[in-house]
């Protein structure tokens, strides 16, 4: 073989060694990000930096009796009505960070409105007569009922693979309960004695006032990518009592209106 023969093979030789050394690294990489990637399945730990998430669903309703006090001719007269709150649809949406492992915290806003009319009943004192009570009943009209809820999570992420995310979430949330409150009764009056009245509508006025209460629930996700996904959520919100009393617009009274309560949906997912 020639001396350029042999350089050529030389050559060659060695292009081929870099080539499939450069393969050899590749697939070393390839294995070690696979094993890492194994390894950080098995063990659970949580990667991501945080999350965002955006979700419709539903929230429980509650149905109770409203009791109300005026002063009418000098008079109390008490009313009551049966109300229903919830039900209506539910906007969501939250975001955290990843603080320590699988430790992170993170903030949540919910938002939801009804509206219903009602039948009231009440007890109408006699203009003429003291301590003469009177029965009457009457439209409430159209009352609404609002909750604006901020839920501070601490969350546990537990990874169960890298598509598959399911978090354990507790905390406390604010419930700003806004409502109508019966302020008044626009009244006709019967012939005198006056022993016969009728309501011919009712006054109203929002009211609101802010109730703590501890929350639990889950989120579970599902990514089809590497950052987007899809998931549901589910959290039970427990007031102390149950019930946030929004006062009256002059103070006088005030009305148990139930909050809170089991909130669940769904939406989209992402994580960076």
Known sequence: MTHKGK?????????????????????????QTQDQTQTQTQTGAWQDRGFIEVNVGV?????????????????????T??????????????????????????????????SETTTLTAQVPNPAVFDSLRSATGSSGELSHAESDIHVQFLWMFPLSEKVHVAAILGPSFLIVSQDIITGLNLVEGDPPFSTVAISSAQTQKQSKTGVALTIGTDVSYFISPRWGVGGFLRYSRLNGGVVDIPSPDGSYTVAVPAGGVQGGGGVRYRF
């Open 59 to 79: 929230t429980q309703s509650h149905s109770y009796t409203e009791t109300s006090t005026l002063l009418i001719y000098g008079e109390a007269s008490h009313i």
């Open 81 to 114: 009505m049966p109300r229903t709150t919830g039900s209506g649809p539910l906007i969501d949406a939250a975001g955290g960070v990843r603080v320590w492992r699988n430790l992170g915290v993170g903030v949540g806003y919910s938002y939801f409105r009804s």
């Open 7 to 31: 350089a050529a093979c030389l050559v060659v030789v060695g292009a081929a060694w870099l080539a499939g050394s450069d393969v050899l690294a590749q697939t070393q990489t390839q294995a």
